[in-house]
């Protein structure tokens, strides 16, 4: 009967509201404090820890390497979700597993062989991800579905926080559902950028899973309500 909820073949459930994890970027913490604040996200309710790794290169700005992703690695035991935004990236993928992540994304733009360093996260035991800049089309990941754990989609221009949402993402947040739906095998669709209590319902109904937020969590004083309001908003 159309009006019950349809499971389609990966057990996404389109009729049902999904509870989206959120995973605050630590881009909008404290940096003189990085370890409590670490701390503090994972007991307010966070999910995952996004790690925003900026090379002055690739984006125009510059965050932090391994060594603090490591150093940080002691203070809890919530996923960290490493987003690379550094090229090339191929010679530091070891240094970041080694470090502790959990899940490492990087930019089909960010070296000439996406394939070979999707197999290589994986053979570090690692999940692995793959953003979509606003300008990347769809495509750039249709073929490496098989060694992709999670797809990003920025709704910013990367390398830095703050921003405003892009609208438009959000027909490639749908597009990218049906291709992972498609597939018949789970895989996240992460949206990082401009997320907020107002941006955050209209990602999930687009069929995002995985929800990033700095300013929105970091940048408020009570990161537990924070996170509740995002996570109340879209579900
Ligand atoms: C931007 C980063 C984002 C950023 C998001 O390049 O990838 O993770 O921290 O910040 P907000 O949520 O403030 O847009
Ligand atoms: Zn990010």
């Not at 053979?123 to 990347?136: D, E, F, M, S």
């Not at 830095?160 to 996240?188: C, N, P, V, Y």
Request: hydrophobic share 50%.
């Amino acid at each position: 009967m159309p009006w019950l909820p349809r499971r389609n073949p990966s057990g996404y459930n389109r009729f049902v509201p999904v509870s989206p994890l959120i995973a605050p970027s630590l881009l909008a913490a404290d940096f003189s404090r990085l370890g409590e604040e670490v701390e503090a996200i994972a007991a307010a309710g966070a999910d995952w820890l996004h790690l925003d790794i900026m090379d002055g290169h690739f984006v125009p700005n510059i965050s932090f390497g391994p060594v603090v992703v490591k150093a940080l690695r002691k203070r809890t035991t919530i996923p960290f979700d490493v987003h690379l935004m550094i090229a090339p990236a191929d010679p530091y993928l070891a240094a970041f597993a080694e470090a502790g992540a959990d899940l490492i994304s990087l930019h089909p733009e960010a070296g000439p062989h996406l394939h070979r360093s999707l197999q290589t996260i994986r053979a570090l035991g690692k999940k692995a991800g793959v953003v979509l800049n606003p300008a990347t089309p769809v495509e750039a990941v249709a073929h490496v579905l098989d060694l992709t754990d999670l797809i990003l989609v920025m709704s910013v221009n990367p390398g830095f926080g703050g921003q405003s949402f892009i609208e438009s993402q959000l027909s490639k947040i749908a597009a990218l559902r049906r291709m992972i739906d498609a597939t018949g095998r789970h895989i996240h669709l992460q949206v990082d950028g401009g997320v907020t209590a107002k941006t955050a319902r209209s990602c999930i109904e687009a069929g995002a899973d995985v929800l990033v937020a700095g300013t929105a969590v970091f940048g408020q004083t009570d990161y537990a309500a924070a996170i509740a309001a995002i996570r109340g908003a879209a579900a």
